[in-house]
């Protein structure tokens, strides 16, 4: 699985956002010589054409680091639908690294979020494309208030020049001659402007609404305590508003890449060991036919959800009140709801609740059993017909149980 940038997917149809209805798909990559020799000739393609895979752009180009990209050579990947599966072929400028082959998959392996949708384009708009307005004001207050604070924000020393004509030394000692009165004002110091305060409160306002249209407010980004749950998460699910149709959108992205790699899986993969757990919280082995899952018209629903940083927390707390009040008294259910990583030996304790409550069961029903007979007497050969075979080999595997239910114990 590879990310890739906006830029480097070109689709059919620029007015079409149904990425599986494009007639092809063209994926762009800048990529080193060597690594595209050694692709291609693993692709069987002739030494000869090899060759001819050189470097382009003629160094027009730079790295990320700002250094010429003179070493790399543009790939690009087209994928097409031919007859239902998806065809594959990959080029440089002369040279076909890949030649063409049908993948056998029926969906793109392709997958794209975009974080604000647009009618008849295919990329949409970006995360911050509204926001530049914003973020440019902000940035020319800045600059203007260190400008100004820059020319007046130190106190200026303002004199008579026909009264000091030698004008003011640096000296803090000396003395000055002066014409005329010396008790008329000589200078004065002129204080520097203060800026007005609605710069900053404006700034900061700015600010506050930019985050806040953009759903990242102080609970969202986990700058507060979570005390109070309830009206956390109430102020939560409030600033999240705005990212409403992200979230959808994402949400719906990996489902997208899910039913994706569905669609890989059964087609690549084959007969492979996977690993599960089984009904007593054990991991087992056991090898599986993934070609099993090709055409088979599957209802996949990818659960997904936001986590927030109080959601553990909170649930273990919840479980230990509703524990300890005994509104609920099963131990299995008590472990079987509290969240994931919690105790590392989860499992291993339910298995073994279970196993003693099948016990005590066991011994329940030996018990009424016995009671049953005549006279009230203790018939063990009765009693162990009216169990099952399963539950006579366990007392039988059990030799104090048995003593214990037929009054037996020396």
């Not at 990310?3 to 149809?13: G, K, S």
């Not at 999240?240 to 569905?262: G, H, N, S, T």
């Amino acid at each position: 699985m590879e990310l890739i940038d906006t830029t480097e997917l070109i689709p059919a149809n620029m007015r079409s956002a149904d990425i599986q209805k494009q007639r092809y798909l063209l994926i762009v990559a800048r990529r080193e010589v060597d690594e595209v020799k050694e692709e291609a000739k693993a692709n069987g393609v002739p030494d000869e054409q090899i060759e001819r895979i050189q470097p382009d752009m003629g160094g027009e180009t730079r790295t990320e680091w700002g250094q010429q990209d003179t070493n790399r050579v543009t790939v690009i990947l087209k994928l097409w639908k031919e007859n239902g599966t998806v065809h594959a072929m990959k080029t440089t400028q002369d040279c076909v690294v890949m030649p063409e082959r049908d993948t056998e998959y029926t969906l793109y392996p392709v997958a794209y979020l975009r974080w604000e949708p647009m009618r008849d384009q295919f990329h949409g708009m970006g995360a911050i494309a509204g926001e530049i307005p914003n973020q440019i004001f902000i940035n020319k207050m800045f600059a203007y208030t260190m400008a100004s604070i820059e020319r007046s924000a130190f106190p200026v020393t303002v004199y008579n020049r026909r009264k000091l004509p030698n004008g003011l030394s640096r000296d803090p000692t000396a003395a000055y001659g002066v014409d005329g009165t010396p008790t008329e004002a000589l200078f004065v110091q002129q204080g520097g402007q203060e800026i007005s305060a609605q710069v900053a409160q404006f700034v900061d306002k700015t600010l506050e609404y930019t985050r806040d249209t953009m759903g990242a407010s102080d609970a969202a980004l986990g700058n507060i305590r979570p005390d109070n749950n309830s009206a956390i998460i109430a102020v939560q699910k409030a600033s999240a508003a705005p990212l409403e149709l992200q979230k959808m959108a994402f949400y719906q992205f990996v489902e997208d890449y899910v039913r994706i790699i569905m669609d890989i899986v059964s087609t690549d993969y084959g007969v492979r060991k996977v690993s599960y757990t089984d009904e007593n919280g054990e991991e087992a082995i056991q090898d599986f036919d993934f070609s099993q899952l090709k055409g088979m018209h599957l209802k996949v629903n990818v659960d997904i959800g936001a986590a927030s940083m109080w959601s553990e927390v909170t649930q273990m707390q919840t479980m230990d009140n509703l524990f300890a009040q005994k509104i609920i008294d099963d131990p299995i259910v008590y472990l079987e709801s509290i969240p994931d990583g919690v105790l590392s030996n989860r499992g291993a304790l339910i298995t073994h609740l279970k196993q003693q409550r099948a016990q005590q069961e066991q011994m329940m029903r030996a018990q009424q059993a016995a009671q049953a007979g005549q006279g009230g007497a203790i018939d063990p050969a009765r009693v162990l017909a009216q169990l099952s075979d399963e539950e006579r080999a366990q007392l039988e595997a059990n030799p104090e149980i048995t003593a214990q239910v037929f009054g037996t114990e020396e």
